[in-house]
């Protein structure tokens, strides 16, 4: 469910009509609503209560929507945060999310990172290899810190998603191969500055069935068992991310939140260990729209092409992934038309659907793209010397520029030629 509307014959964001958000700070332009993104939050926070032993712990995946203004609304709903570099870490505290509430993952972590991390505090590393645990142990030793990891499992499960959001098969680089867990963790027991109390998991994203999450939890569970048996404690599992959402009619329909957690409730009944969660597009994925104007509309071989004034720069998903995003006149006239969707930008990868059936509009109208509060703005640069997109937040009848447009000249005025040893 979402706060997106008709009123009044217009597409408001909760109380705010679209148009009036175009005409202030024109287009395009990112626009999230506050009640759909805390409603989802409570939802998720609701569908695992009382899962694992102790208060599981939601920890939003910042890389979905990393707006200051997200995070903050999100980390006072209640959420934590999972992080994937220093810079999110960085946002996340500055959202006064508390460090023990804070994860963070990803293949890369560097030591700098790793240390002001560790020195900032948070409530686990999640581990992706045992290089990048000795690098961990070098880092907490020389600072005299004790670093919490877990390690993250491949367990080589398809999770039936695009390609490029797999992350849990043996083809993907994330996490430690299942077979080789048990001595990944004899090795970090034995180095020095680790606190190794964790496990986990995380197969892909725009997940729309159970089934491989259920299969790599099993797994995640038998390897507990077996850690276990080794003599390890494990406290601590943290079941990643991943669930889908809807796109709308014709779209599959991903399992509820409440779906997800009556199986985690199930799979894991008998672990004994809290459970972590690590949701992004679940929580901020329908809370946005990208409002786009009609630049043009122009003749095609087969269908017109509209030609709106946001890019693939702007909303990289179809392009990337040949991504669904429902598409909705802001004034629909109840007159339908096909068209070809497309940027202005000089790739014919810029295109953001052909051949759809959607509201008629003309030139100079708005519409938008639904669905793209999560991987939106954030995936989101400035290729054909294109400004960075703005962003608002609406709460009930309220509105503010979250992140104001960037525009070329500030993208170049970081831009510089002095050289460096101008020798002879
Ligand atoms: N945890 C980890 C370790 C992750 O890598 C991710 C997403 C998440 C949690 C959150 O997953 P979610 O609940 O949002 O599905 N740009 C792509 C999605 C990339 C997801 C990367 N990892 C897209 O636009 O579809």
């Not at 202030?24 to 926070?45: D, E, L, N, Q, W």
């Not at 992706?128 to 690098?135: D, L, T, V, Y």
């Not at 509820?256 to 459970?275: E, K, N, Q």
Request: hydrophobic share 45%; with cysteine; glycine share 12%.
């Amino acid at each position: 469910m979402d706060h997106f509307e008709l009123r009044g014959g217009a597409l408001h964001c909760e109380g705010v009509p679209l148009e009036a958000i175009a005409a202030a700070v024109g287009t395009p332009v990112y626009v999230y609503s506050t009640a759909t993104m805390v409603r989802h939050a409570r939802v998720m926070m609701e569908a695992v209560s009382g899962c694992g032993s102790g208060a599981p712990l939601v920890a939003y995946a910042v890389k979905a929507n990393p707006n200051a203004a997200v995070l903050k609304t999100l980390g006072d709903a209640g959420l934590g945060a999972d992080v994937v570099s220093i810079g999110e870490y960085r946002r996340a505290r500055a959202a006064r999310i508390a460090a023990e509430r804070i994860v963070f993952s990803g293949v890369g972590k560097t030591a700098e990172e790793m240390g002001e991390a560790l020195a900032g505090g948070l409530l686990q590393f999640n581990v992706e290899s045992i290089e990048e645990a000795r690098m961990l142990s070098a880092v907490a030793t020389a600072q005299g810190r004790e670093a919490p990891i877990g390690f993250r499992i491949n367990p080589d499960v398809a999770a039936g998603t695009h390609a490029k959001i797999t992350t849990g098969t043996a083809d993907n680089k994330f996490g430690i191969p299942a077979a080789e867990a048990l001595g990944a963790y004899g090795e970090a027991a034995g180095l020095p500055g680790l606190a190794v109390r964790g496990i986990t998991v995380h197969i892909g994203s725009q997940l729309t069935s159970l089934d491989p999450l259920e299969q790599a939890f099993e797994r995640l569970g038998e390897l507990i068992g077996a850690l276990r048996r080794q003599g390890h404690s494990i406290s601590v599992a943290d079941l990643g991310g991943g669930l889908g959402v809807p796109h709308g009619p014709g779209q599959p329909e991903p399992p509820s939140p409440a779906a997800y957690g009556t199986m985690v409730r199930r799979v894991t009944a008998t672990w004994d260990t809290r459970l972590l969660f690590e949701p992004g597009r679940l929580i901020v994925g329908n809370a946005g729209v990208l409002l786009t104007r009609v630049v043009r509309v122009k003749p095609g071989a087969r269908d017109p092409w509209l030609i709106v004034d946001a890019g693939m720069n702007d909303l990289m998903r179809p392009a990337l992934y040949d991504a669904y995003h429902r598409i909705e006149a802001v004034r629909p006239t109840g007159h339908r038309s096909t068209v070809n969707v497309v940027g202005p930008v000089c790739e014919s990868g810029d295109t953001f659907t052909m051949g759809r059936e959607m509201d008629e509009v003309s030139e100079g109208d708005l519409i938008v793209f639904r669905t793209a509060g999560a991987y939106g703005a954030t995936l989101a640069n400035s290729y054909n010397s294109r400004p960075l997109t703005p962003e608002v937040l609406v709460d009930g009848q309220r509105w503010a520029l979250v992140r104001r447009r960037v525009d070329v000249d500030a993208l170049a005025a970081v831009q510089d030629l002095a050289w460096e040893n101008p020798a002879d």
